[in-house]
């Protein structure tokens, strides 16, 4: 049961938002979701510290979004507190070929001052939506560049509520997997490195992404973009279009008639609409391919 005066109280003392009864589907991209008992916008690391002591001395469920471009929220919601890192804390300061990102801050915020700064590296990963903290996390990527390519360290809190700092070389990463993958830690800054380039070879990358996004994917429609992970040996996308499942349904969720790596809301759909089409998916495709798929958005849990 959360005492949602003490805790209202705490978060008027760090000077942290707080929404009780917040409806989920407003903060994720796929829209849908029930509400959480409360919605927290973290504003530094101390704060988000202080909270993660209070949710843990009182045996809150916490979760933890950025964009929610990765992630699926339950029809029922969340029974605990939802930490936002969003736009209250999205510094970013750029220091010669070094960028350091407040967690909040979004990758394509952090991608357009490297341009501007002539900094090449990370203008393939312009137009992934979300949050560096959430890129982090995820070790997003895409044509060819993922964040293990550009990031030397990050700031966390561990699930102990103790302030940490990790270099590169201990974040695992690997394809959409991080050492914070599964864990409850919450990221609180990137840092960044960067190579001198060319502001307009840099932004005519960053342009040409932006149109191979608009081209490919279902961009007109909720989402969260990718659904599968890539199997080893193959797309997900093409088995999905090899087993005929373009425009398969469940209530308002269907394979994306434009890209099948792609499942989109049409309107009116559920987390379980999701997840009924996503499981026969799975089902089919391995039946007829041999391929088992894993989805890649996490479920707030
Ligand atoms: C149209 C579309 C296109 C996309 N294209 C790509 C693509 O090309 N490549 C790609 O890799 N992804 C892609 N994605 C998926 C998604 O945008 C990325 O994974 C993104 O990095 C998620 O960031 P986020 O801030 O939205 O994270 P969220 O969705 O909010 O969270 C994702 C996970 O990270 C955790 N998390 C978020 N922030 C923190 C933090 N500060 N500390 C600790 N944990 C945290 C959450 O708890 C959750 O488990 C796409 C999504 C959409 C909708």
Do not use: W
């Not at 029809?75 to 970013?92: M, P, Q, R, T, Y």
């Not at 499942?245 to 269907?254: F, R, V």
Request: overall charge negative; hydrophobic content about 35%.
């Amino acid at each position: 049961m959360i005492n949602m005066n003490e805790l209202t109280a705490l978060c008027d003392k760090l000077g942290c938002k707080i929404t009780p009864e917040c409806p989920l589907k407003e903060y994720i991209t796929f829209r849908f979701g029930g509400p959480c008992r409360a919605l927290i916008s973290i504003n530094s690391a101390v704060s988000a510290a202080e909270l993660l002591k209070y949710l843990k001395a009182n045996d809150i469920k916490y979760g933890i979004l950025g964009r929610g471009s990765n992630v699926l929220a339950a029809d029922e919601g969340f029974d605990g507190v939802i930490l936002l890192l969003g736009s209250d804390f999205a510094n970013i300061t750029v220091e010669d070929n070094i960028i350091k990102c407040q967690a909040g801050a979004l990758l394509a915020s952090a991608c357009v001052h490297a341009q501007q700064l002539g900094l090449t590296g990370m203008e393939h990963l312009f137009g992934i939506p979300g949050t560096v903290g959430g890129a982090l996390y995820m070790n997003a990527g895409a044509y060819g560049s993922e964040m293990k390519d550009v990031v030397v360290s990050a700031q966390y809190i561990d699930e102990d509520c103790s302030i940490r700092s990790i270099s590169a070389e201990d974040m695992d990463l690997s394809y959409r997997h991080s050492f914070f993958s599964g864990k409850k830690c919450v990221i609180t800054s990137v840092t960044l490195k960067l190579e001198k380039g060319d502001p307009d070879e840099i932004r005519a990358a960053m342009s040409e992404c932006m149109q191979k996004r608009s081209s490919k994917q279902p961009l007109d429609h909720p989402s969260a973009g990718s659904t599968f992970k890539r199997p080893e040996g193959s797309y997900a996308s093409l088995l999905i279009d090899q087993c005929g499942l373009k425009g398969m349904s469940c209530g308002g969720a269907q394979v994306s008639e434009k890209h099948s790596g792609f499942v989109i809301n049409t309107g009116d759909a559920t987390c379980s609409d999701v997840l009924e089409l996503c499981g026969k998916i799975k089902n089919i495709v391995k039946e007829k391919t041999g391929y088992l798929l894993e989805l890649e958005p996490e479920i707030l849990s």
